[in-house]
């Protein structure tokens, strides 16, 4: 079982230091903006072995719940998807795959691609109640104010969060008529401002905080879980950060209040990572595929608004996956709150007795 040892907040109080994290994971956005390495167009010959993929996964039927590496084989583009992993598993943590021929592929052609390629970096992870391991991020016309909503159901503004597994990624099949912009950020740069800025507010990350699970439990669950959102591990900063369910949390009685400290540390993480200091911007085309490292970035949308016809509207592909060569994690990501895979890395969200789904149009 991986640990952490969490610092003591009361440091903070004494003078001594938190420490800050200079590796790879800690950079900024204008450093990043004028940068290549973390971006590819596919070239004609990597579409057409994509293509030959695509063809031979439909004709053999493969299911996207149980698809591996084996079952999409991609003998040039192995290697330049292996160097993706390793550069969002244990470098700066995010990576723009562009070009997939989703204008020209059916539904299930666009989900069998995306599944192809995810498989070579993990194993996809159910993220949600129901099941879904491959989701569809598009507006169902629902209270993102209720709490059983999730934000990537609605068109709503985003803040800066993370999502569940190691990875999360996302193939943009149609983009919004305006709006909708793709915001990163490193939560290890935010936290090395924070303790040079407000340390008091960087200490206060360190304790637990009450996340509601958005009605998604299984039985003897409880409605909420409590953890640190910023945890030292291994050499690195860990983060797990979702504004909207921490603020649900607090509509059940028994959850730990938010405090103004809290609160304000809460709002300083927001702000900073949306700052132009820190923040990398990326607007989605048709055919892009983004993939994030959950534990080292955070991301955020802009609202958007949609096109007056169904068949237009933003629609995204996304997948969690469970990376067994991922960084070391603390161990309050897998006990008691996402569970554990084979692997023992966060197995994203499962309720038992719902089965695994990949459903091809959004639910």
Request: aromatic share 6%.
């Amino acid at each position: 079982m991986q640990t952490t040892t969490p610092i003591p907040t009361a440091i903070a109080d004494s003078g001594t230091r938190l420490p800050t994290f200079d590796g790879p994971q800690a950079w900024t956005g204008p450093q990043m903006a004028g940068r290549d390495d973390w971006r590819h167009a596919l070239d004609a010959g990597e579409v057409a072995e994509l293509d030959a993929a695509v063809r031979a996964a439909e004709a053999r039927r493969v299911d996207l719940v149980t698809m591996r590496a084996a079952d999409f084989p991609l003998p040039r583009l192995a290697s330049r998807l292996a160097a993706v992993r390793r550069h969002v598993l244990h470098g700066p943590g995010f990576f723009m795959l562009r070009g997939v021929p989703v204008e020209r592929y059916t539904m299930l052609q666009s989900a069998l691609a995306f599944r192809g390629i995810g498989a070579h970096l993990g194993e996809a992870l159910s993220q949600n109640g129901k099941g879904h391991v491959l989701g569809h991020v598009a507006n169902l016309g629902l209270d993102y104010g209720a709490a059983t909503t999730r934000g990537y159901q609605t068109p709503a503004e985003l803040r800066f969060h993370t999502d569940g597994g190691d990875i999360v990624s996302l193939l943009c099949l149609k983009p919004s008529r305006s709006g909708g912009l793709s915001r990163i950020a490193s939560s290890t740069s935010v936290w090395n401002a924070l303790v040079e800025r407000e340390p008091r507010l960087a200490a206060a990350l360190l304790r637990p905080y009450a996340l509601s699970r958005w009605g998604e439990v299984g039985p003897g669950q409880p409605g909420w879980v409590s953890l640190p959102l910023f945890a030292p591990h291994a050499g690195r900063m860990v983060a797990f950060f979702v504004m909207s369910a921490i603020e649900k949390a607090q509509a059940f009685p028994d959850a730990p209040r938010l405090d103004p400290l809290a609160r304000e540390a809460l709002d300083a993480v927001n702000e900073l990572a949306g700052s132009d200091a820190l923040r990398l911007d990326m607007d989605f085309r048709p055919g892009d595929t983004q993939w994030l490292c959950n534990h080292s970035i955070l991301h955020a949308r802009t609202a958007y608004e949609d096109w007056p016809e169904p068949e237009r509207r933003r629609h995204l592909l996304r997948l969690w996956l469970a990376c067994d060569d991922g960084p070391a994690v603390p161990a309050h990501l897998t006990v008691g709150f996402q569970g554990a895979t084979a692997g023992g890395r966060p197995a994203g969200i499962r309720v038992p007795g719902v089965p695994l789904v990949a459903p091809l149009e959004p639910a």
